[in-house]
């Protein structure tokens, strides 16, 4: 069950900088239950090392100046050869996090963190169905006093005693390093809604309770890590624990995906963010040397099930328009979404007429919509119209390809 989030204003500690995940490939060697089988069937091979490198320079560049983090995720991010290569030409201007399952040998683990620079934190994702607690325990005692090191436990509720342990081993052993309990969210089982699994009371509280921070002696980096939520710091967990309760829901709100947040896809495709909404409004490739700058988009999702999406500057529509004034770009296309809501029936089905007419026919234009409509014709229409919107600007009556549609009934009229 869904819960509404009580909250007008999302950011983070440092609003200005951008959040870079990067999925390299799709080669794994696990297969997780709950993992898409897109993220470990193979198929995408190595990424271009010179367009990658020559890409993040036009994203410092000419999209977001600031301070980055690159987090490199896959598939299998230490499964790509030349990684450490890579992290020691990168551009210095981003600050970079591997997200790994740490099943890589400790002779590996012991050469790359000495041969390898320009990496500021190693993040591993505890799979309960593959992970060795031992070997993940001497991984760590490798890792834990030379760089920034987090240990994520993905709460499987059919390995929760698994999770116990693992968990009471982590307290045992005092290692200078951040562990939590992450949940699990649908997104990790293709559905197209983004809420976390079904958690007991009691599972929330184990989440809850056990989320350790000791950390010491890692100078700290000005990248967000902390949500600020309607003004008041929270912990760097608390957006875990959002999507654990499900209040993680921003239907409507104004998102700055695209210019403080970016996804790139195992395929090179770039998208403003990691969810739904983003992924329907494709920025272009990294092959590419270059994609189009948008300053955010109008969220029509569910849920938002992704850490660093979470943390990304968001705002109530109505808070957004007090502080805008005149026409500004947003302002235009939130109040196109917002009067999808009140819109008569009739012209919710023209709306979404003009969408589908002036969209390439693809079965993927059709299916990104049913993701989220689950079978209520309403809420295709709106999801339809949404993804227009972002696209250019407003409803399709009005701009872009749409308002050059020209239906056979008016001419019967």
């Given at each position: 069950?869904?819960?509404?989030?009580p909250?007008?204003?999302?950011?983070?500690?440092?609003?200005?900088?951008?959040h870079i995940?990067?999925v390299?490939?799709?080669?794994c060697?696990y297969?997780?239950?709950?993992?898409?089988?897109?993220?470990h069937?193979?198929?995408?091979?190595?990424?271009?090392?010179e367009n990658?490198?020559?890409?993040?320079?036009?994203?410092h560049e000419?999209?977001?100046?600031?301070?980055?983090?690159?987090t490199?995720s896959?598939g299998?991010p230490?499964?790509w050869?030349?990684?450490?290569?890579?992290?020691?030409?990168?551009?210095?201007?981003?600050y970079?996090?591997?997200?790994?399952?740490?099943?890589?040998?400790?002779?590996?683990?012991?050469?790359?963190?000495?041969?390898t620079?320009?990496?500021?934190?190693?993040?591993?994702?505890?799979h309960?169905?593959?992970a060795?607690?031992e070997?993940i325990?001497?991984v760590?005692k490798?890792?834990?006093k030379?760089?920034?090191t987090t240990?994520?436990?993905?709460?499987?509720p059919?390995?929760?005693?698994?999770?116990?342990?693992?968990?009471?081993r982590?307290?045992a052993e005092?290692l200078?390093?951040?562990?939590?309990?992450?949940?699990i969210?649908?997104?990790?089982?293709?559905e197209?809604d983004?809420?976390?699994?079904?958690y007991?009371?009691?599972?929330?509280?184990f989440?809850?309770?056990?989320?350790?921070?000791?950390?010491?002696?890692?100078?700290?980096?000005p990248?967000?890590?902390e949500?600020i939520v309607?003004?008041v710091k929270?912990?760097?967990?608390?957006?875990?624990r959002?999507i654990?309760?499900?209040?993680?829901?921003?239907?409507?709100?104004?998102?700055?995906?695209?210019?403080k947040?970016?996804?790139?896809?195992?395929?090179?495709?770039?998208y403003?963010?990691?969810c739904l909404?983003?992924?329907?409004?494709?920025?272009?490739?990294?092959n590419?040397?270059?994609?189009?700058?948008?300053n955010?988009?109008v969220?029509?999702i569910m849920?938002?099930?992704?850490?660093?999406?979470l943390?990304?500057p968001?705002r109530?529509?109505?808070?957004l328009?007090?502080e805008?004034?005149?026409?500004?770009d947003?302002?235009i296309?939130?109040?196109?979404?917002?009067?999808?809501?009140?819109?008569?029936?009739?012209q919710?089905?023209?709306?979404?007429?003009?969408?589908?007419?002036?969209?390439?026919a693809?079965?993927?234009?059709?299916h990104?919509?049913?993701l989220?409509?689950?079978?209520?014709s309403?809420?295709?229409?709106?999801?339809?119209?949404?993804w227009?919107?972002?696209k250019y600007?407003?409803?399709p009556?009005?701009t872009?390809?749409?308002?050059?549609?020209?239906?056979?009934?008016?001419?019967?009229?």
């Amino acid at each position: 069950m869904t819960t509404e989030n009580p909250y007008s204003v999302i950011s983070n500690n440092h609003p200005e900088t951008m959040h870079i995940e990067w999925v390299v490939n799709n080669v794994c060697n696990y297969k997780c239950s709950y993992c898409m089988p897109d993220l470990h069937s193979g198929s995408s091979g190595q990424p271009n090392f010179e367009n990658s490198l020559k890409f993040l320079d036009f994203v410092h560049e000419k999209v977001n100046p600031n301070y980055k983090m690159l987090t490199l995720s896959g598939g299998e991010p230490t499964m790509w050869p030349r990684l450490s290569e890579f992290l020691h030409q990168m551009n210095p201007n981003y600050y970079v996090t591997i997200v790994t399952n740490g099943s890589r040998t400790l002779r590996w683990w012991e050469e790359f963190i000495v041969d390898t620079t320009n990496l500021s934190v190693v993040t591993i994702s505890i799979h309960l169905e593959y992970a060795d607690i031992e070997h993940i325990i001497n991984v760590c005692k490798i890792l834990h006093k030379k760089i920034r090191t987090t240990v994520l436990i993905l709460f499987n509720p059919a390995k929760k005693e698994q999770a116990k342990m693992f968990a009471e081993r982590f307290k045992a052993e005092k290692l200078n390093l951040t562990y939590t309990i992450k949940p699990i969210t649908t997104r990790y089982e293709g559905e197209g809604d983004n809420a976390s699994l079904d958690y007991t009371a009691e599972d929330k509280k184990f989440i809850s309770d056990n989320t350790v921070y000791s950390q010491k002696g890692f100078p700290s980096m000005p990248t967000s890590a902390e949500m600020i939520v309607d003004g008041v710091k929270k912990d760097s967990f608390f957006a875990g624990r959002m999507i654990a309760d499900k209040t993680n829901k921003f239907t409507g709100w104004w998102c700055e995906a695209g210019r403080k947040r970016l996804t790139i896809w195992h395929d090179g495709n770039v998208y403003g963010a990691q969810c739904l909404t983003a992924k329907r409004n494709l920025l272009g490739n990294i092959n590419d040397g270059e994609i189009k700058i948008i300053n955010g988009l109008v969220c029509d999702i569910m849920h938002c099930a992704c850490l660093p999406d979470l943390r990304i500057p968001k705002r109530k529509y109505y808070d957004l328009k007090k502080e805008q004034s005149g026409e500004s770009d947003s302002i235009i296309a939130l109040d196109a979404a917002a009067s999808l809501s009140s819109m008569p029936l009739r012209q919710l089905q023209l709306e979404a007429a003009r969408v589908v007419s002036s969209m390439e026919a693809t079965n993927d234009n059709i299916h990104k919509f049913n993701l989220e409509s689950r079978h209520n014709s309403q809420l295709w229409y709106r999801s339809a119209l949404i993804w227009y919107i972002n696209k250019y600007g407003n409803l399709p009556s009005i701009t872009g390809p749409g308002k050059d549609i020209k239906f056979i009934y008016e001419d019967i009229e």
